[in-house]
């Protein structure tokens, strides 16, 4: 049973679809009927018209946008309307949403685990192929790269891996809160506070799971580009 706060999505993948209803309206009777019952908030529900080879999809995008900004769950009609594509549902994985599709409910990160190891799998398998290929290739006295000079550490390298995926992690964050922060100053906010108030307001926590200040709302802005917040705190 889904508790909490949900967001909703229906993928059709073709406009004739789209127009007439076909299909959308059955997935949107079975995530109705495995979301009957249960202590939950439905945020928003996203229809796309689009092909599932495609993992550019705006309405999706908008969907985990969301999911992000209310640590929501995405629940879809079937496992296939999400994605056939390994790596953008271990994308999911990676960005800590969780899913759950109604014919099913028992499979959602479970598969999504241990489709990311096959991936992982994969990729092993590429770089032993590449490193066996490299060694052919020298054995028959081809001269490959050269002496930079210095040798990274691993804990190095693993540090500043580790910086970056925060600081993406951030970024995509601050750009989610983009467009709700520009509504709330549409709506008269002007100061930190003010923004704070209204991210609140929207029962929307920092990403720590805390409430917002004009401090951490500054954080926000500064990575949008907006040098020291851009209003004042009072």
Request: proline share 2%; with cysteine; glycine share 10%.
């Amino acid at each position: 049973m889904i508790e909490g706060k949900v967001v909703t999505y229906l993928r059709v993948s073709t406009d004739k679809q789209g127009r007439s209803g076909l299909g959308l309206e059955a997935q949107r009777k079975a995530v109705t009927d495995f979301l009957n019952g249960g202590r939950r908030t439905m945020l928003a529900e996203f229809v796309e018209v689009e092909s599932g080879s495609r993992n550019d999809r705006p309405k999706l995008a908008e969907a985990l946008a969301l999911c992000r900004i209310h640590k929501a769950t995405l629940v879809i009609a079937k496992l296939d309307r999400l994605s056939r594509d390994v790596h953008f549902l271990t994308g999911l994985e990676r960005a800590g949403i969780r899913f759950v599709a109604a014919d099913m409910p028992e499979a959602n990160e479970m598969v999504v685990h241990i489709m990311a190891v096959m991936a992982q799998a994969e990729r092993k398998l590429i770089s032993a192929r590449t490193k066996a290929a490299l060694a052919a290739a020298k054995a028959r006295g081809t001269k490959l790269g050269g002496d930079r000079g210095h040798i990274r550490s691993v804990s190095a390298l693993a540090a500043a891996k580790s910086v970056a995926v925060r600081q993406e992690k951030a970024g995509e964050r601050a750009r989610d809160l983009g467009p709700i922060i520009a509504t709330i100053r549409a709506e008269g906010a002007v100061s930190l506070r003010d923004i704070a108030a209204g991210l609140n307001g929207r029962g929307i926590t920092t990403a720590r799971g805390a409430p917002w200040s004009a401090i951490a709302v500054s954080r926000v802005l500064a990575l949008l580009g907006e040098a020291g917040g851009a209003v004042g705190a009072s």
